[in-house]
């Protein structure tokens, strides 16, 4: 069998656990040579390992798909579900209502978040679960042969030569009108970036969105497609460079005032938005809006970190659910004692 | 034996002259949303707490205000509370539905109205009590609103006194229907008074019913189907529930919240539940089906369409072997159907639900203990077996009123199946996910987070091996497919089996049924006994799988009777389906009762009685 | 008789020294994604154009690229095209795979290979044809990708040279491949004439396989099942198909899309069609039950997971009375199951798909042409009916290729059903929606969009009456019901009769079967009777709800196997469940195949010849 | 039986088909007195009265719900049909792919869109399916009992002191987001500015969302409840005056110059808006959902027609099917003819 996964770069042999890059692989990959989806899945190996994460406290989640196999080809320490058809959503919250010690990290396509599982989607970033929502967006639906999702970009053309008639759905611009705390487009050509938006996810309290570009070579890697890796190439325009530094790293002050901008994540680490272009501040739902209505009206792709509300409460905190995971609790804390039941009883008397 | 076609129901009374105490149907007949249902509740309970056998059951429309709603309270003293046909007292408060309901009375019947309504013009055969109501609530207040809701009480006061209710009881009920609220409870006491007088002043007694204390009620509580479902989870240890509302499963898991606000939150004020209102059914089965696989004791609750919708995950919840409860508080379909009629329509279609070949183990009750009992059970089976497990309630037990005896706290430890721990691996070094280990079918598992290398697998509702890795082997599937139907065969061996009345020597005779025709029959039992010397034995379901003793019970009798409240013969048709040949040609025969009331005796003890038995008779 | 366990697949050969003419199984094991299909597809063609009976089966993983895959035709003089277990030809292409591969052959096989894979070291019971198909493409280009293309088209020449394959029809299947292509045509030549000649020069023929021209496909066609239900959907006139992507019901209507846009235009360029890629398969079965509501041929196929999801449409389907068509190419379950491979398994739970009373008329094609003829008949009892109609094929049905007698146009008009008109209602003042008028418990309907101010009605799945009105009324629910069941003996009555094969007089042993296990029962049937002697009779089902024929069929004779290819013999259930009684005991005997895998004769005739066939046996 | 729907104010006796206004009722409503829907069915009655739409070329959608219910008390002489929970949308796109010709209303309530049915929702915007989309908005589920709905704002409290603790989805933001063609908020208790967004939305050609705050007077309308008939009384901010004209009458210059606002529609009437604080247009997407957000962020409640883009083409157009409707074309052009069969087997042959 071919073995194609998380080749990491250079990096150091140990993660502060002990843990080597190795841990955190998974199964040998069976998508198509070059599939952008094991490019994610590789800087998925490599953000988990260097922000020191421990394999088993991650869930692995996905719906169907190419994209949704990935799980099985990263983290083969951890526990995956790969559930039906556009509902990795409701699975999630399902384990972290059980389990709110989880770290979960879900995967998708663009046929099962936009399609068919359109409408979790919405309520989970609704709620705010805590979750890495990472859509493998190809704008196909690679598993079945290429037929377009509702990502494709209005007239993009199949090879076959069939256009696409009806407007795209974009994710970025619904989470962000959804309320989403952690928006994020990348491109799976762009590992750094993508990296660094990882785990910046991984530092978020609450639902983390990530849209990232991720060609289908077999189905919609054609000259003329907008989701090719030639595209992407050829039009990704980051509105920052993007560095994750972590709590225990002292921020150095190792760019001009203004240059660079910096945004406190929920468990203390920092993300370090270098100023291009223009200065964008994130946090800023208002220009968000507006970067994303640029970039729908002129059709840019725009990568980076659109969006960060590191604050808000997430759906577990609402639920003022006890610290021990539900799935942990003994028998004494779930089962009141027959003097409830006695007292329950007297009150139907 | 007699071949008449139309037995009277259990111990009804054949001499109108005598007093008949404590035999008795009251049918109020009003609109929803006009506030009797507290008057109604106060009826009830005042029965119950002069210790007479009572049930309550509501027949209200799928809407919110304004339309028909009947409320019936049968008070018998040999313990019969199934639906029966004959009303007694009619309290008709509806002016859309009068002229009907006062029409289908049987002759002598009461009918209770507001003065004015004029409905003893119809008919010269009943007994007509006009009062009223209206005037009489309106010496207490002039505010409109409030003189309509306590004109409700004032029919209280107006049959109590008509049948010798005591007051003390009817006292004691309105304190316990408005508990701890002074001044609605003072109202409500003078609204009875005053109706009560009004009586003692202005009408004479001539009708024959009466009702007078008895003792069958010591240590009972008057409780709903649903109610008693929660409690049991909640004693089940439920800690996530996840849900859609929908008639008539919400009410399930809003009392179950309630109950585990005030049950199940720790001395810091957290809780160790999670309630989740679901965006829709999908979800919700989405999320007890995740919640069960890392670990938590996860239900959900939905009635029909929430079935339907629920299809595609509870067949991942099947071949990836993960456990959650569901409830399905039948209604009738198909479709929307009748949303707040009762039925057991979805028998074939919940335990064969999703594609390909699937199984699922339902648990039948019968009674609000059952839906106690079943309630924690339900999980216990869910972890032990690794699979969903329903159970098939339905609107009659789930959303109606029934005494019972108290709760049996659970008798055992929760059953949390077959998990390893970190711990179990440190010992073991690795584990295969869907290996039979132990000849019963059921592999082991462990929960995500668990801290050990060899802890984690992959679940999935695609092909899978023993070691749960990706496969498309022709023999890996079909030796997997072949354990989960070895699992369904230890579960046949554990689940609750089935409850037998057999005369000795066993009647030639006998009945099958399940969940709420459960009282009917035996109402309808008694009387076949009683008015026609025909002894029926009864066997009663209680899971799915279907237990071997049924083939006992139907091995050596003439007739059996398959009782189904469903158009098709769905319990028939499964029993045909399981057992084939090795059922007795010519024994089984269908009684189907659809209409989306609850089962009365009669259809019962009329289609037995009516039935050709056969050599002999 | 015999009891033997192992006859042989019919007609194979005994002797391996004479010359095997056209009986031959070719196995392709290939990698996906490695573009060998083109060649597989020319290497079918040309034995079919030589006149010889063939079937192409494809087994391919659930992934698009890289994995193995087995491609395999088989030819036989006989006509028998059911899968075969034993494989005569292998053309191993996987390293993955090519050691189990060579491993399952039976003693006397013979593989092809790329030369250097090692592969004749493994056996030396087997003849090994090894030849350096990647150099040999090598001399036709070096660009890498075509070289590993045209290498396929290499051992098409290798195994025409083999097995004396008519070089003419080798080229012209090249060309209708290629069809157009000048370039590719010519290429594809050079390639197969260098593996001919790689034979001649450096193989000697050491097997006896060989095969010869034939008369047997005159006017024959070779074509998919989907490709065969999409011409006859269009034929039938569909006019709204509404689709979510899933194998392997995709292809259906991607083809139509295909076969919709080339005939279904008209000369402005309009289309007299709509076909949309829904949201999901909620959305798809919606669209296509509004479209049937409001008077379009609609339409609607999926498999497994989206048959699930369709469920509470497809009931509101069936109470509220609407025409659509569902087609369902099975692929094993439960839940995503193997994608890739064929069953039979949601027999029941389509049948009563749905919660609440619901049954659903399904059409069972066995062929090609039969796709074509219930795709257009689909339509006519859909509209006849009043409801949804399923048509249950399967992935080796719908994705293999099959050799067929071209389809026969219809040879009726359509049938529209009972619709009034404007006109009508001009004539007749009024209608009730759900009457029924003329006693076959059909009711008539109106389209939206009728100018009569009488045609409209409002359409629900909640309780209605004769008149469509909303209604709680027990008894307008139970006629609404009852008349349903009605219609549905109405559809029994109408729907294609089981195709019965009895022997004169008929046989003690009989089998009953639907669908694709139609190839392997017939074949089976040969081969008991002339190696066993042992006769069997055959049913067809071509239907749901089952023709009464079936009890005709079973009555009288001493056992009759009924073919499941799913784990719980869901056919056999079906049979029990609705004709229970009326089947006479200890006849039906249950055999399934659930492997994933299309049904083989050996599997039939193995089982009914060890079987124990009684008296006198 | 109480009658209680459909009182509509002065009007002419007959409108240019010479129907009068009871051509244009349904059965007596079953609902709650005083329930907003009943109030949307009143209006809904007027708007097709006065835009002289023939009943029988009309077909009524809903899902499940009270506000489901109420095509049964309006248009008593259209098909309709009231079908499952949260599948309107796909029953009107089935409709109207057989039936191009229908003009479709479909009814759905916030529990039925937001919640069950945000998929189909988002799915039929993208489509631009020619329908009326009435979203019966109170915030709960009126005939379940009262359970908060998705739209329920955040910190919400019901009667029974229960908190809503997630933020609510804006049909209209989504709307917008997703490239719907006309998008209105509009208020129960405002008759005259809801008749004008539905005669609009009547001239409109691809999907008019109109979300409808209609009080539940059994559940959601208590002192304190954001969803109530005092609070929509109290906050609504119309964005401008609104006006139908027709196309068949002529349009008067009856404002100053500046103070008004004229949007043609598909079908050649006109939208008049008359200014109120601001000089809003409707035509401008980047103005619509800063305004959106305004509201948003700002929980302000903004009626009239927020969005229209008049010119788009629906879905229908991109199908190119031919004008006689599907579902009318004879046999002869549904079936090709033997030929086609003989041609097509020939080439498989
Ligand atoms: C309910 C259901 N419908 C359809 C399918 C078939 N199916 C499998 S994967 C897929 C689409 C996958 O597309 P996407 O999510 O974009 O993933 P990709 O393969 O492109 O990575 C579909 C429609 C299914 N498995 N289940
Ligand atoms: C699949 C399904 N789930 C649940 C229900 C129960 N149900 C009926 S109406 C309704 C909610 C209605 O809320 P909304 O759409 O806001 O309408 P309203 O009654 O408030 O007008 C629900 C959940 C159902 N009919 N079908
Ligand atoms: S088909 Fe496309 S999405 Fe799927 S594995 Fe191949 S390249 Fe990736
Ligand atoms: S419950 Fe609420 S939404 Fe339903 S009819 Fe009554 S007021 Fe209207
Ligand atoms: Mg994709
Ligand atoms: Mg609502």
Redesign the interface.
């Known amino acids: 069998?071919?073995k194609r996964t998380a080749r990491v770069r250079r990096r150091p042999r140990a993660n502060r656990l002990g843990l080597s890059a190795r841990?955190y692989r998974g199964?040998p990959s069976?998508?198509?040579?070059g599939c952008g989806h094991d490019a994610i899945s590789s800087q998925l190996i490599r953000a988990f390992f260097e922000s020191d994460i421990?394999?088993?406290?991650v869930?692995k989640?996905s719906g169907?798909g190419?994209s949704s196999?990935t799980?099985?080809y990263f983290l083969?320490?951890?526990?995956?579900?790969?559930?039906?058809?556009?509902?990795m959503?409701?699975?999630?919250?399902?384990?972290m209502?059980?389990?709110r010690?989880?770290i979960a990290v879900g995967v998708s396509g663009d046929g099962d978040t936009a399609?068919?599982?359109?409408?979790?989607f919405?309520?989970l970033v609704?709620?705010n679960v805590p979750l890495i929502y990472i859509v493998e967006n190809n704008g196909v639906?690679?598993?079945?042969?290429g037929?377009?999702s509702?990502t494709a970009d209005e007239n993009a053309k199949l090879r076959s030569g069939e256009v696409n008639?009806?407007?795209n759905?974009?994710l970025c611009?619904?989470a962000v009108?959804?309320?989403a705390t952690y928006v994020a487009r990348s491109f799976a050509g762009d590992p750094k970036q993508l990296v660094a938006l990882l785990r910046g996810a991984l530092a978020h309290s609450g639902t983390a969105v990530l849209d990232i570009l991720s060609p289908c070579v077999?189905f919609n890697n054609h000259p003329g497609s907008t989701k090719s890796y030639t595209w992407g190439k050829d039009n990704e325009e980051p509105i920052h460079l993007l560095d994750f530094v972590p709590e225990f790293e002292q921020i150095e002050v190792e760019y001009e005032e203004g240059q660079s901008r910096d945004v406190q994540l929920h468990d203390g680490s920092w993300i370090r938005l270098r100023k291009l272009d223009q200065d964008y501040d994130p946090t800023n739902?208002?220009a968000a809006?507006?970067l994303m209505?640029d970039a729908q009206?002129n059709n840019r792709f725009l990568t980076g970190l659109l969006y960060v509300d590191p604050d808000k409460p997430t759906?577990l905190d609402?639920?003022?659910?006890?610290?021990t995971?539900?799935?942990?609790?003994e028998?004494s804390?779930?089962?009141?004692p027959?003097e409830?039941?006695?007292r329950?009883?007297a009150s139907?008397? | 034996m007699s071949n008449s076609s139309a037995l009277a129901e259990a111990a009804s009374p054949e001499v109108r002259e005598r007093p008949i105490v404590n035999d008795l149907t009251i049918q109020v007949a009003t609109v929803n949303g006009s506030g009797s249902q507290s008057s109604n509740l106060v009826l009830l309970r005042s029965l119950f707490r002069m210790g007479i056998p009572v049930g309550g059951k509501n027949l209200f429309p799928s809407n919110i205000a304004g339309l028909p709603t009947w409320f019936t309270i049968r008070a018998n003293r040999d313990g019969w509370v199934a639906r029966r046909r004959r009303v007694d007292y009619l309290v008709a408060l509806n002016p859309q539905t009068a002229a009907r309901d006062v029409r289908g009375l049987e002759p002598g019947a009461v009918v209770v109205y507001q003065a004015g309504m004029r409905l003893e013009r119809q008919r010269d055969d009943l007994v007509f009590y006009p009062a009223p109501l209206q005037d009489l609530a309106g010496e207490i207040t002039r505010e409109v609103r409030l003189r309509k809701l306590l004109a409700n009480m004032v029919y209280v006061g107006v049959l109590g006194e008509l049948l010798s209710i005591a007051p003390e009881a009817v006292d004691a009920s309105i304190a316990a229907q408005f508990r701890g609220k002074k001044t609605a409870i003072a109202l409500n006491h003078r609204a009875v008074r005053i109706g009560a007088r009004y009586v003692r002043e202005n009408l004479r007694k001539r009708d024959p019913h009466t009702v007078a204390p008895m003792d069958r009620n010591e240590g009972k509580i008057l409780i709903d189907g649903n109610a008693a479902a929660a409690l049991g989870a909640m004693f089940g240890g439920a800690s996530v529930a996840t849900w859609y509302p929908i008639t008539p499963s919400s009410s399930l898991v809003e009392q179950l919240e309630k109950f585990l606000r005030r049950h199940r939150r720790e001395e810091d004020g957290k809780s160790t539940f999670a309630v989740v209102q679901a965006e829709d059914e999908l979800a919700a089965v989405g999320m007890a089906l995740a919640a069960g696989w890392a670990g938590a004791r996860a239900m959900t609750a939905t009635s029909g369409p929430g079935i339907s919708l629920m299809s595609e995950f509870v067949g991942l919840g099947y071949y990836a072997e993960i456990p959650a409860v569901i409830w399905n508080i039948q209604r009738v379909g198909p479709s929307t159907g009748l949303p707040t009629r009762t039925a057991q329509g979805d028998v074939l279609s919940t335990y064969a639900l999703s594609h390909g070949d699937t199984r699922h183990v339902c648990l039948l009750p019968a009674s609000t203990a059952e839906c106690f009992e079943f309630g924690w059970r339900a999980f216990d089976y869910a972890e032990r077996l690794q699979t969903p497990v329903f159970v098939l309630s339905d609107l009659d037990l789930g959303m109606n009123i029934w005494a019972t005896d108290p709760f049996q706290y659970p008798d055992r430890p929760m059953d949390r199946g077959k998990v390893l721990t970190a711990e179990d691996l440190r010992r073991t070094g690795s584990f295969q996910r869907y290996a039979d280990v132990d000849g019963d079918g059921i592999p082991w598992r462990t929960l995500p987070g668990t801290d050990h290398p060899a802890a984690a697998y992959f679940t999935r509702g695609s092909g899978h091996d023993e070691s749960a890795e990706y496969t498309e082997s022709e023999e890996a599937y079909v030796r997997v497919m072949e354990r989960l139907a070895r699992k369904f065969e230890t579960a046949r061996s554990i689940l609750p089996e089935p409850v037998i009345h057999a005369a000795d020597p066993p009647s030639e005779i006998g009945i099958i049924g399940f969940g709420t025709s459960d009282p009917a029959i035996e109402e309808a039992r008694v009387t076949l006994r009683e008015q026609a010397g025909i002894e029926v034995d009864y066997l009663r379901l209680r899971a799915l799988p279907l237990s071997p003793r049924v083939l006992d019970f139907v091995a050596g009798r003439r007739t059996v009777v398959v009782m189904d409240q469903n158009r098709d013969a769905q319990l028939l048709q499964l029993l045909r389906a399981e057992f084939g040949d090795r059922l007795p040609a010519g024994v089984l025969k269908s009684l189907r009762h659809f209409n989306g009331l609850p089962l009365d005796a009669r259809t019962v003890s009329d289609f037995i009685a009516a039935m050709d038995l056969g050599v002999g008779a």
């Open positions: 069998m071919r841990d199964k069976t998508l198509c040579k421990r394999p088993h406290q869930a989640l169907i190419c196999k799980p099985a083969g320490q951890s526990h995956g579900f790969n559930s039906v058809h556009g509902r959503p409701s699975v999630a919250t399902g384990a209502l059980a389990n010690k989880l399609s068919i599982g359109i409408g979790q919405v309520h609704r709620r639906y690679g598993l079945t042969k037929q377009f509702a008639r009806l407007p759905i974009d611009g619904m009108e959804l309320g077999t739902r208002r809006r507006e209505l009206e759906f609402t639920l003022e659910m006890t610290d995971p539900l799935a942990h609790l028998e804390r779930l089962r009141p027959p409830a039941l006695d329950i009883v139907y008397q």
